[in-house]
């Protein structure tokens, strides 16, 4: 498996995938959609990237009925020539947030989504786990979208902060062996050029959470 940065039609750089992480409740057989994210993990960082998306969002963020205004951005294939979009959104979360809140699929498991406001925007295939950033946080992973009566669509994201201790036990482990080997190579280092003032600082083990890389 191999991950592109950005676009597969105009980029062509890309990592191999050393490990994935699905989520335990995910079953694709099943009516009820709940799990629906995964990390993986790649080989190493993509270059001249200097910074990394944190997740953040809670359901706090909705009370009394709030909507956030949210980017969200899609890779699915438009045509030949195009593909993937960044789009500003309007974003609610609640028990009626979605308009299928009553369908098998969510009425027991809206706490896991955040959904947009109806409009005639459509997802493509690949557009699933594309990220939605609220408040310059990724808040939500693109899972799937409900066709409404009148042509409107209204695309439903996983809500990461619900997933946030399954994600947390995965990174934070790798995390805290990361900033050990960082600091033994940092001290080894000053001992052998106790004159040179430039280290070297390693690179950072990445994380991609369905299609947003994480860096940890």
């Known amino acids: 498996m191999q991950v592109y940065q950005g676009s597969r039609i105009k980029s062509h750089d890309s990592r191999n995938v050393v490990k ?66 960044i789009k500003q959104i309007m974003v609610k979360h609640g028990r009626k947030a979605c308009e299928g809140y009553d369908s098998v699929q969510i009425i027991d498991t809206w706490q896991q989504y955040l959904c947009e406001v109806p409009n005639k925007h459509k997802t493509y295939e690949g557009d699933s786990g594309g990220p939605m950033i609220c408040n310059n946080l990724q808040y939500g992973v693109c899972s799937f979208s409900i066709n409404i009566n009148g042509g409107d669509m209204q695309t439903v994201y996983v809500f990461i902060d619900y997933y946030r201790k399954w994600v947390n036990d995965i990174i934070e482990p790798v995390q805290g062996t990361s900033i050990s080997a960082k600091r033994k190579r940092l001290k080894k280092n000053k001992i052998n050029q106790k004159n040179d003032a430039k280290l070297i600082i390693p690179y950072y083990t990445l994380y991609i959470i369905s299609g947003i890389l994480w860096c940890v």
């Not at 409740?25 to 994210?37: A, R």
């Not at 995964?38 to 960082?45: A, D, G, W």
Request: glycine content about 10%; overall charge negative.
């Open 20 to 85: 994935l992480y699905v989520h335990e409740s995910y079953n694709h057989t099943s009516e009820v959609i709940i799990g629906d994210l995964s990390i993986l993990k790649i080989e190493k960082p993509f270059s001249h990237i200097e910074e990394y998306i944190r997740i953040g969002g809670s359901p706090i963020d909705f009370a009394n009925n709030k909507y956030l205004k949210c980017i969200v951005i899609g890779f699915g294939i438009i045509n030949a020539e195009h593909e993937g979009f």
